[in-house]
């Protein structure tokens, strides 16, 4: 393993825990390399990181989670890439577990926080909801869609690089890409500790923007799935006004056309937008046989 095993860990002001997460993952394993993604910190995050086994990626100011995800997985050597948080929730003694069951065959093996395991009531709502919808799209059971403790096969993973955002919806872009492609995903169950410090995730500003994961769940996966339920409602209202009307006064409404009008182009919007998602995959996979095929995954200098 630890002629393939990289460990990427987004790191932004996390001075403070990012001594205890090093200390961790060396006593539990010797992965072939460990890269810590400096995200703009202004305390002393780099230099916490800095120590022999480690690899440091600054960037000059912060650019998000994702983006620190993407340069720690383009410069990465390992055939296997483990991701993990610097702010001491993630136990470095469950990462063998997490590998053990991705050489069982699997191409990503997510981490599910056990019961008791979210920061917050309010958090945990949100994630159960993510959950039931993407288990939804998927047509599988989604245990965890959230968590950023994963491990991935390096070449799949590199494939969706491109769909990544760089804020914080990053696992949920990945786990619905993989789903999306077909590849084998599974979950290990464990337990997040609370975290050390101060959140970097702002209630109000990144709970709507959490909001939009849930349309995002369904353009990544299958937009259709979620377009179609949403345009049934309109058409069932102008039914039911239609019979109304229609038993009063004895005529086809206005509203009732409206309805109809709504329903169908609610419909016609999750077809089109399916066709754009086959697209975006066509177009993904190909880039990266492009790729493979030429000199290798481009790494950070």
């Known amino acids: 393993m630890r002629d393939s095993l990289s460990i990427i860990i987004p790191a932004k002001n996390e001075q403070s825990s990012l001594p205890g997460v090093l200390d961790g993952i060396f006593s539990c394993c010797t992965p072939l390399e460990v890269i810590v993604?400096?995200?703009?910190?202004?305390?002393?995050?780099?230099?916490?990181?800095s120590r022999e086994g480690v690899k440091v990626i600054r960037h000059p100011y912060s650019k998000g989670n994702g983006a620190a995800i993407k340069a720690g997985a383009r410069a990465a050597k390992g055939k296997t890439l483990l991701f993990m948080d610097a702010d001491g929730q993630h136990d470095p003694r469950d990462i063998p577990r997490l590998l053990e069951k991705l050489y069982e065959g699997y191409d990503l093996v997510v981490g599910a926080r056990?019961?008791?395991?979210?920061?917050?009531?309010?958090?945990?709502?949100a994630n159960k909801v993510y959950n039931w919808l993407a288990t939804y799209m998927t047509g599988h059971k989604v245990e965890d869609l959230t968590s950023g403790f994963r491990v991935a096969r390096?070449?799949?993973?590199?494939?969706?690089?491109?769909?990544?955002?760089?804020?914080?919806?990053?696992p949920t872009t990945s786990t619905m890409a993989f789903f999306r492609a077909g590849y084998s995903v599974t979950y290990e169950k464990i337990h997040a500790?609370?975290?050390?410090?101060?959140?970097?995730?702002?209630?109000l500003k990144d709970g709507l923007r959490f909001l939009l994961i849930i349309f995002k769940i369904g353009t990544l996966y299958s937009p259709l799935k979620l377009f179609f339920p949403l345009s049934v409602l309109p058409l069932l209202l102008g039914l039911g006004y239609y019979a109304f009307?229609?038993?009063?006064?004895?005529?086809?409404?206005?509203?009732?056309?409206?309805?109809?009008?709504?329903?169908?182009?609610?419909?016609?919007?999750?077809?089109?937008?399916?066709?754009?998602?086959q697209l975006m995959y066509k177009e993904v996979g190909s880039e990266d046989d492009g790729r493979d095929s030429g000199k290798g995954t481009e790494s950070l200098k």
């Open 37 to 49: 993604v400096d995200d703009g910190s202004t305390d002393g995050t780099a230099s916490a990181a």
């Open 114 to 125: 056990a019961k008791g395991s979210q920061a917050s009531i309010g958090r945990g709502v």
């Open 245 to 277: 009307t229609y038993m009063t006064v004895g005529r086809f409404t206005n509203m009732s056309a409206l309805l109809f009008t709504t329903a169908i182009l609610i419909f016609l919007m999750g077809l089109v937008s399916e066709q754009i998602t």
């Open 193 to 203: 500790s609370r975290r050390e410090g101060k959140s970097h995730i702002s209630p």
């Open 154 to 170: 390096a070449k799949k993973f590199r494939e969706f690089l491109s769909l990544l955002p760089n804020g914080f919806s990053y």
